[in-house]
């Protein structure tokens, strides 16, 4: 069970995040110096993007895991017998469950691996009605469109299709992870948009934040300005 003190400062910090966006994070890392330390691959995208509400934004705490291939063989002789060997598979080599609470983000390294949905429509909805925020992967998504329709944050490299089982095996949960071309420790913070997702250094938060609600002060201020010059009705940018 998490410290209460904890959770409150986790909450909080939380809520001063959902505010900014990933430019605003990016210029306040530039601004210590951490140029391109910390912002992934540009191949890790959104799976689904909201234009109208925005809610495929998301925020957290990492929580890491990691996947690597498997050398066991995975030959069932019949569909019935798939049944079974997979809910072997399932007991031995992957975990039962992840404990992830309010606030995480689900960061998974999954080896490179492709045509391996590493998160789904089912595993993504468990870990939400845990508290996750959402899941980063420098792998596959699958049920793309069924995450789409729950609205669940989640970002890739690519959309794949196989289930893990036969194909990886699960190695262990928080530990530091390489996530397009970003270190990624438990406990770092994780901002994703339509830009893509950086990550905050752990021993940086505070700092970050602050440097990027005065970006993000400026930044509303001058886009304020032009909205009313050029006649524009307000949007949701403007009122976060």
């Not at 939380?14 to 691959?41: F, H, I, N, P, Q």
Request: aromatic share 6%; with cysteine.
């Amino acid at each position: 069970m998490m410290d209460k003190e904890i959770e409150k400062v986790r909450r909080e910090i939380c809520a001063k995040y959902s505010k900014l966006r990933v430019a605003d994070v990016c210029d306040a890392l530039d601004a210590l110096g951490l140029l391109d330390r910390c912002s992934m691959s540009p191949d890790i995208r959104p799976v689904w993007t909201d234009r109208e509400k925005l809610s495929h934004r998301m925020c957290g705490f990492a929580m890491t895991l990691r996947y690597f291939p498997t050398n066991q063989a995975y030959l069932p002789r019949s569909p019935e017998e798939s049944v079974e060997i997979r809910k072997e598979w399932q007991a031995r080599v992957m975990p039962v469950d992840l404990p992830c609470t309010e606030g995480d983000v689900i960061v998974i390294d999954g080896a490179g691996i492709r045509n391996i949905g590493y998160v789904g429509s089912n595993n993504i909805m468990r870990w939400v009605s845990k508290g996750a925020r959402g899941v980063v992967t420098n792998a596959g998504c699958r049920d793309s469109d069924e995450i789409a329709m729950q609205r669940i944050p989640a970002y890739s490299a690519y959309i794949g299709q196989g289930r893990k089982i036969g194909r990886v095996e699960f190695d262990q949960y928080n530990l530091p992870v390489s996530i397009g071309g970003v270190l990624v420790r438990p406990g770092d913070f994780i901002v994703a948009d339509g830009d893509g997702v950086i990550v905050v250094p752990a021993e940086h938060i505070e700092q970050v934040s602050a440097l990027a609600h005065a970006e993000r002060e400026e930044d509303l201020a001058r886009r304020r300005r032009y909205y009313a010059h050029l006649g524009l009705p307000k949007d949701d940018t403007l009122r976060r």
